[in-house]
């Protein structure tokens, strides 16, 4: 079935919202439902007409449905079950839009508009005043804030403490829905809004005051057509007031008690009109429109001009109340000022000089602007979690890095284009060539027999002293990877030519290749000694195992299903002395003698990509992948941390095995773009809260079900490499990353709950609740089922009661055809049969041996002296029943007569009715298609009677 599925961007304006989600039809489903449901509507309803139409006679016979057979009953209930199923099944949920948006460009702006306030609310979300509407940011997605009405220019945004969002523009004063995305007219008689602060909002017609749910005019002038009354700006004082600039004039309002203070401003300083105002202590720092700032000291009343920018065109003021003043110019950018140096100490110039407003955002440390007819910009927030590696002019992060090797006070780097040997201690950088090297590429570098010894790609080993002298140590052949025996006694090398082991002397001890082992002749990626003097050697295509018993490395003798199948294997010694390898993403653990291992299923937890390296340190385990740095606790599943670009990080793509700990705890790690240090300061701060939460930038809802959602980061930093941890309904944890549409299963009817934080940072997380309900369209679909079920078992209870008696009816009359004929020869008349009847009745009155439960009819027919013969006839043909029944009718009446006979009172309901002979297992089936009822109730309803 064709499923219609619809995308809507979430902006929640807290971190907790309530969604209620109904069912919906797509066009597909309705049409495909409504001929399913109509067919069989049509064919039941038409059967039991047809059943009630020929009065069960002829129908039942033909319908199927209606048949008796325990079958064709199950098939019916299936039937009406497999409707209920399919239509339900049918009906597709969509959700109600929290919010609609349009994504109308990326970080750097909003298109051709022109941005006159940037608001930021109580949770962290983005408004922007433009020339075409109200919009919102979160990031990484604009929403545009639909109107029914044309809105003009929004010049002013606040929330109240309500939490409503208003904004002003030419046309009124509107409110911002933030469940619907849509503006609502308020006020009807306030036009032209350029200012909102709390309670109050200002305009060209003057200024209002909010009282209850009313907004009342509070004039300035006493003409209340005076330009004077036109209100510019509005900030408040921190003491239950509040600034008021009009086009000439300061006013200072006292809300209590809504007294007004006014204060001209000297021509000699001010020759146009006030544009904008801002408090910062005791001084109130003002905007003209081309007369650049002035500042009026609300204690003296005194004027001065304010630090002189290029452009006299103040278009914004706004400030962090404390020390600095963020000032916006048309013509010459953005400006920071310290008022307390009465200095500029950071200019800013974006896309445009015409910046209408500008202002800094102390949580975050980011500042934002807002351009003329340029949109929309700010900076990114990062998290500067790890520091980059530079000595004097070198700078790593412009290198193409690949190996690194610390001690003391010496650094050796090694990159594809060379190597570098720095000495700290005396401030020098030696720079060594590829063609002084010998090669370009650097794969490994290790401190062994005090000096260096570099491995390189293309061409053997190198020695590297500290002072800067190199020397030939293996002149040809391909090297990936040193390490040092754990005794520090002998230095292991792999690489194109095998395995060789070389003693402090630098001699080769031990050499192993195609020709006296079982290595293959194929590149080796890696080789970790352990402690036992056995080598793990991985190749391209497998595991080696040196075994210093034989004195060989063997690629055999490895347990069943061992993972010395799996190609590039690198290796790593465990937090408990056991071996780490991997391969790409795929993380395998085992003891040193091989005896015990296991997948650990790292990429299915944590999608980290290819691993590079993997270091127990500090407590944890530190992972560098190809999708950053992650650390976790010990069992690999739980307190995980990741780091990616936007934590600082040059490139989230780490080298292999390029990762060391130095004596003073720093941790130095190698990416593809420079060298990173966490010093142990830094590594304190890992675990610090982030003052964000996460949103959902997206949601997607695909046929019956919540399909996806895109989560994001509510910081405006850079969000590509972020990772998200989320859970459904309390279930498993699950993993995504920044920019993906995370698909979720089938959710059933009823309350669900979403979880999503930061990995690492459960204090970022939000919650989406909705309830998953069926609509009035299911609950009327629901009723037409349980209707037609009803009319289906209603029709089939009385057809199976006709039919029963139709067959009782038959079968009764066959009985009297099988016993006319039976009796046709010696057939008694009417009068003989009653004579024989009452012949009966009176010897059973004097003889009653119906108490003899073995009672026959022949017995009987020789008591009274008859034919046995015509003594059956007179039972089936003149009374209408058979020769038992009539017996056990009159030992009922005889077990009637005694149960109220006081003589018979000691005895039980079972021995009494055996005295007139009824069997007890026939007995109360007996009592029961007598008299309707078990002996019991009977015996009950006659003491009653006689009470």
């Given amino acids: 079935m064709l499923k219609l599925s619809q995308s809507y961007h979430l902006f929640s304006p807290t971190p907790n919202f309530l969604q209620v989600l109904w069912f919906g039809q797509s066009v597909m489903d309705y049409f495909f439902v409504t001929l399913f449901v109509l067919n069989h ?47 339900a099944m049918s009906l597709t949920l969509q959700a109600q839009p929290l919010r609609y948006s349009d994504q109308l ?61 208003l904004a002003g523009s030419t046309t009124g004063l509107y409110e911002v829905d933030r469940q619907d995305y849509t503006l609502r007219r308020i006020a009807p008689e306030i036009e032209d809004v350029t200012a909102i602060c709390g309670p109050l909002v200002g305009g060209s017609g003057g200024l209002w005051m909010k009282q209850g749910y009313d907004y009342t005019p509070l004039p300035i002038e006493s003409s209340v057509i005076s330009r004077g009354n036109s209100v510019t700006d509005i900030a408040p004082d921190g003491k239950k007031g509040a600034w008021v600039s009009t086009q000439r004039r300061l006013v200072h309002l006292s809300l209590p008690d809504g007294k007004m203070d006014k204060y001209s401003l000297p021509d000699s300083l001010m020759l146009h009109n006030i544009r904008c105002i801002a408090l910062i202590g005791e001084n109130l ?52 000022i310290d008022t307390h140096t009465q200095t500029i100490v950071a200019e800013h110039h974006g896309k445009t000089d015409a ?52 001690h003391s006070h010496w650094m050796v780097i090694g990159t594809r284009k060379g190597l570098y040997l720095i000495d700290e201690a005396a401030s020098t950088t030696r720079y060594i060539s590829p063609e002084e090297l010998g090669a370009s590429i650097v794969t490994d570098i290790e401190f062994f027999a005090d000096q260096f010894i570099v491995a390189t790609y293309e061409s053997g080993l190198r ?64 080789i970790l000694p352990d402690p036992t003097g056995k080598a793990w050697v991985g190749s391209l ?3 080696y195992l040196y075994d210093p018993v034989m004195q060989t490395v063997q690629a055999s003798g490895f347990p069943q299903d061992f993972f010395n199948q799996a190609p590039s294997l690198h290796f790593a010694t465990a937090a408990d002395g056991d071996i780490l390898a991997w391969s790409g993403n795929r993380l395998y653990k085992a003891k040193m003698d091989c005896s015990d291992y296991a997948e650990i299923p790292l990429y299915q937890r944590f999608h980290m990509g290819d691993i590079a390296f993997i270091r127990w340190m500090k407590g944890k385990y530190w992972i560098g992948t190809s999708q950053g740095l992650f650390i976790v606790n010990k069992d690999f599943t739980t307190g995980a941390l990741h780091l990616s670009e936007a934590d600082g990080l040059p490139s989230p793509r780490f080298q292999n095995q390029e990762c060391m700990q130095t004596s003073d705890g720093t941790i130095w790690m190698v990416t593809e773009r420079g060298i990173v240090t966490i010093s142990p300061e830094q590594q304190r701060h890992l675990y ?42 309390q279930g498993d944890t699950l993993l995504c990353t920044d920019g993906e549409m995370v698909s979720l299963p089938w959710q059933h009817w009823g309350r669900h709950r979403l979880t999503v934080w930061l990995m690492g940072h459960p204090e970022t997380q939000t919650q989406l609740t909705y309830w998953y309900l069926p609509s009035p369209l299911f609950w009327a679909i629901s009723v037409i089922i349980l209707l037609l079920a009803l009319t289906i078992w209603l029709a089939r209870h009385e057809a199976v009661q006709t039919y029963k008696s139709q067959m009782e009816a038959h079968r009764r009359r066959v009985e009297a055809e099988r016993l006319a004929k039976m009796y046709e020869r010696q057939r008694l008349t009417d009068e003989e049969c009653a004579t024989l009847y009452k012949k009966v009745e009176d010897y059973l009155a004097a003889q009653p041996c119906y108490t003899n439960p073995n009672l026959r009819i022949a017995d009987l027919a020789d008591a009274i002296g008859v034919h046995q013969a015509k003594l059956s006839q007179v039972f089936s043909i003149h009374a209408h029943t058979s020769f038992a029944d009539y017996i ?32 007890k297992s026939a007995f109360f089936a007996a009592f029961k298609k007598y008299e309707g009822c078990t002996p019991a109730e009977w015996l009950e309803r006659e003491r009653g009677e006689k009470d």
């Fill in 355 to 406: 910046v209408y407003t500008f202002n800094h955002d102390p949580q975050l440390g980011i500042d934002y602007y807002g351009y003329y007819l340029e949109g929309f910009s700010h900076q990114l927030t990062v998290r500067q979690m790890v520091g980059l590696y530079r000595f004097g002019s070198l700078d790593t992060t412009t290198l193409p890095t690949r190996s690194l090797c610390r």
């Fill in 888 to 919: 056990n009718r009159r030992r009922i009446d005889e077990f009637k007569r005694r149960a109220t006979d006081p003589r018979y009172s000691q005895y039980a309901t079972v021995a009494l009715a055996e005295m007139c002979g009824l069997k």
């Fill in 688 to 729: 610090d809260s982030i003052d964000a939460h996460v949103v959902m930038n997206s949601t997607e809802w695909d046929g019956s079900r919540l399909a996806a959602f895109q989560p994001l980061l509510l910081n405006y930093s850079h969000d590509l490499g972020k990772m998200y941890e989320y859970t459904l309904d």
């Fill in 41 to 87: 509507l049509t064919k039941l309803f038409f059967d039991s007409y047809l059943i009630f139409r020929t009065k069960y006679l002829v129908f039942l016979g033909k319908c199927p449905i209606f048949a008796t057979t325990k079958e064709n009953s199950t098939k019916m209930l299936r039937l009406t079950i497999f409707i209920a199923l399919f239509c």
């Fill in 105 to 165: 460009t990326s970080y750097d702006g909003l298109g051709h508009e022109t941005v006159f306030k940037i608001y930021k609310d109580k949770s962290g979300l983005i408004w922007l005043a433009t020339n075409k509407g109200v919009r919102s940011y979160n990031g990484h997605t604009v929403a545009r804030v639909e109107s029914k009405q044309e809105t003009g220019f929004i010049l002013a945004l606040c929330e109240t403490d309500e939490d409503k969002l």
């Fill in 463 to 526: 020695r590297l002293t500290p002072q800067g002298e190199l020397l030939p140590l293996v002149e040809d052949g391909s090297f990936s990877s040193l390490r040092i025996s754990p005794d520090g006694k002998f230095l292991c090398v792999a690489g194109n030519m095998g395995v060789t082991i070389f003693n402090t002397q630098l001699d080769i001890v031990q050499q192993f290749n195609s020709k006296n082992s079982e290595l293959t002749d194929e590149y080796l990626t890696d």
């Fill in 541 to 543: 295509s497998r595991l």
């Fill in 285 to 336: 720092h003002i905007g003209t429109r081309n007369d650049g700032l002035l500042v009026f000291n609300t204690r003296t009343h005194e004027t001065r001009r304010g630090v002189r920018v290029p452009s006299r065109v103040i278009t914004d003021l706004n400030t962090d109340g404390k020390r600095f003043l963020y000032v916006s110019t048309d013509g010459s950018g953005a400006y920071t």
